[in-house]
């Protein structure tokens, strides 16, 4: 076959291959209208009245196919169980309901309550019901009574508060069906809620707990009008602050003069906390990483130094304690789409202000090899520290050239082990 040939075999391939996927889209988009459209009516039907369904037109078929009496008789049954069951599908209902969580935030281990509140809103009498509640990954069943018109119903629950997590009350929802469970229709009526389930936290120091030594900040070479770090003297101008007038000087030279002043700026700590499964031995060495690092965040946010605290998953926020807290309510330990923790740590902090401080927070499973590469993104005047987490094991505290490596083993170590880096 010549050249020229395959060319126009070719071109004529291109135009074939466009309408194919024309057609591919446009049977995409006709699926997903008709699913828009019956989607609600098909979710009605519940895995067991899918089961039933099929269960019973195969025995009518088979029964009617092989003049088995026996599968007409249980199709048919099957078949007016579906339709019975339709029968409990009927009826609306008009509820204002509303979910309360006291108190919204709580640590691990501390009780929460909630409450569900149902009011019928509606002009008549409402007939018994029931509310689901999805709770977490659990799921609290209501058995609402009949109602008058603006009847109030409330319920009280439990929220399991064993481990650190955002868990979400809602959205509730009103269910009618029937006994056997084939048809199920639900209405929803209120909003999720969150609560914020704290990890446990040790109250350190205050003073940065010994890990920011320049409390004073470190003097910058940029001028400002108004800072502890004296720079020179400049002529008066309209507006500025008499405060800084030199009088001594403006009285000599017969002109008004003002101090200028070399801008100094706070300490800067930044925690780097990895998230990496395989760091990690077990759950419960990766809940005591993220108390030490919570702990030392809240204590720094506390002592009013900036600071940042980084994940795999991003920046937390940290303008507040219950911030940074509430942030730490939502990590959790699993793979890391970095290849390596340095690549980890220069993408999450190079768009960060330069730290004067550095702590690194990791499990047993990273080596001093994996903190030294993180040391290393960082110059010589950053104050580094590894805090490798080993839960169960001795504290200690050891130098390896620029970096001090601590071990916890439990979180109430934690506060000693912060005195000894002053």
């Not at 309510?329 to 970095?338: D, Q």
Request: proline share 5%; hydrophobic share 45%; glycine share 8%.
């Amino acid at each position: 076959m010549s050249t020229a040939e395959t060319t126009l075999l070719g071109q004529e391939e291109v135009p074939r291959q466009r309408g194919l996927f024309g057609v591919l889209a446009r049977i995409r988009e006709l699926a997903a209208s008709v699913w828009a459209a019956a989607g609600p009516y098909v979710r009605i039907v519940t895995p067991i009245g899918w089961l039933v369904l099929v269960a019973g037109g195969t025995s009518l078929w088979v029964g009617l196919a092989f003049g088995w009496h026996e599968f007409v008789f249980l199709g048919c049954v099957l078949l007016a169980a579906l339709l019975v069951a339709v029968v409990f599908l009927f009826g609306r209902a008009s509820y204002e309901v509303h979910v309360e969580l006291n108190p919204r935030r709580v640590v691990v281990g501390d009780r929460a309550m909630g409450r569900l509140i149902v009011r019928n809103t509606s002009t008549r009498n409402l007939p018994p019901n029931r509310m689901e509640l999805p709770v977490g990954r659990g799921l609290a069943e209501f058995q609402l009574p009949g109602m008058k018109p603006k009847q109030e119903h409330d319920e009280l629950f439990a929220v399991p508060t064993n481990r650190r997590a955002v868990i979400v009350a809602g959205p509730a929802e009103s269910v009618r069906g029937d006994a056997l469970g084939l048809l199920r229709r639900a209405v929803k009526w209120a909003d999720p809620v969150e609560l914020f389930v704290h990890p446990l936290t040790a109250r350190l120091q205050p003073s940065a707990s010994g890990l920011v030594r320049d409390l004073e900040g470190q003097v910058s070479k940029k001028i400002t009008n108004s800072d502890i770090a004296f720079h020179a003297l400049r002529p008066y101008v309209p507006g500025d602050d008499r405060r800084y007038v030199h009088w001594r000087t403006s009285a000599r030279i017969g002109q008004l003069m003002v101090r200028q002043f070399e801008e100094t700026r706070r300490s800067q700590l930044t925690v780097i906390h990895s998230t990496d499964a395989k760091h990690y031995a077990s759950e419960d060495e990766f809940e005591l990483a993220v108390s030490v690092s919570a702990s030392i965040a809240a204590q720094v946010i506390r002592d009013g130094t900036q600071m940042s605290v980084v994940s795999e998953d991003g920046l937390w926020r940290t303008h507040s304690v219950t911030s940074m807290l509430d942030s730490s309510c939502r990590i959790e330990a699993k793979p890391s789409p970095f290849e390596t923790p340095r690549q980890f740590a220069r993408e999450r902090t190079k768009r960060l202000p330069a730290p004067s401080v550095v702590v690194i927070v990791g499990g047993s499973g990273m080596s001093t090899a994996d903190f030294r590469s993180i040391e290393s993104l960082f110059t010589a005047d950053t104050n580094q520290i590894a805090i490798r987490v080993q839960h169960g094991a001795e504290p200690s505290m050891s130098s390896v050239a620029r970096l001090t490596v601590v071990t916890v083993g439990s979180l109430d170590d934690l506060p000693k082990l912060v005195r000894s880096l002053s």
